[in-house]
């Protein structure tokens, strides 16, 4: 039986203070619970007060963002074997502002994927479409070539240690959120794309998280629907009552 996988993005949100007065609230509300997973990706700069903070206690916390390179001159990057050395567990690859704001390619998300992997990182691989490209009609065509090219890669070892987020771009930080049919219909052609890819069993055990303004009010619906097997949470995972509402259900 797959995971249910429930990730906060904290953006470029909370320092290192904000961080452990964050947990503090929010651990004394939080049990883990069997086949559930509870991942916190935080700015680079909380990640020791994160670890820290959560030591034990059943939540996992990653790097919003690793270079390609295990090291080198690339200025205000984030190593992936640092990252690990840390302790993090988890990294995000392919995120719609990394691919937007920063021009990370599909050929780029690809290498971190790998470099990530290597290093001992779970990756979670970030695909999804832009409104012209869903009102054109594109959405799956554009979904299959990030995953194609972003798992190129990966050997059957690997798959394991994967997890993908659909994130329809239109619908993160705007306060639309797709309805359960849409989120549901797309999370269905992925895992079909992976059975194709990878095979039946890899399909079956793979979570595949839906990220797009996602909130306490409206996640229950969305979480009801089939293929649907997590959330990757945005604003409402800033505030520890608020996320405890994901992780309480």
């Not at 920063?102 to 290498?111: H, Q």
């Not at 054109?136 to 972003?150: I, P, Y």
């Not at 009010?217 to 604003?235: C, H, P, T, W, Y």
């Amino acid at each position: 039986m797959r995971q249910f996988v429930l990730a906060a993005n904290w953006k470029m949100n909370k320092t290192p203070v904000e961080t452990a007065a964050f947990f503090q609230t929010f651990l004394s509300g939080f049990s883990p619970s069997p086949g559930r997973q509870t991942v916190f990706f935080v700015p680079a700069l909380d990640i020791t007060t994160a670890i820290g903070a959560t030591n034990g206690r059943g939540v996992g916390i990653g790097t919003q963002n690793i270079h390609f390179e295990k090291k080198g001159a690339f200025t205000g990057e984030n190593s992936a074997e640092a990252a690990k050395a840390a302790g993090c567990e988890w990294t995000l690859v392919g995120h719609s502002e990394r691919r937007s704001l920063f021009g990370e390619t599909d050929l780029i998300t690809a290498k971190k994927m790998k470099l990530a992997l290597e290093c001992g990182l779970k990756p979670m691989l970030c695909v999804g479409e832009s409104l012209d490209e869903r009102t054109a009609g594109e959405t799956m065509k554009v979904v299959e070539r990030q995953l194609t090219v972003g798992l190129e890669a990966m050997t059957a070892a690997d798959w394991a240690s994967v997890t993908i987020a659909y994130e329809p771009v239109w619908a993160i930080g705007t306060g639309k959120v797709a309805t359960p049919e849409q989120a549901s219909e797309v999370h269905t052609a992925i895992r079909a794309w992976l059975e194709r890819r990878a095979g039946a069993e890899v399909a079956a055990a793979m979570p595949i998280l839906y990220g797009g303004s996602a909130k306490p009010e409206n996640f229950r619906e969305i979480a009801s629907q089939k293929n649907i097997d997590g959330f990757l949470v945005g604003g409402a995972s800033l505030e520890a009552d608020s996320f405890l509402k994901f992780c309480a259900w």
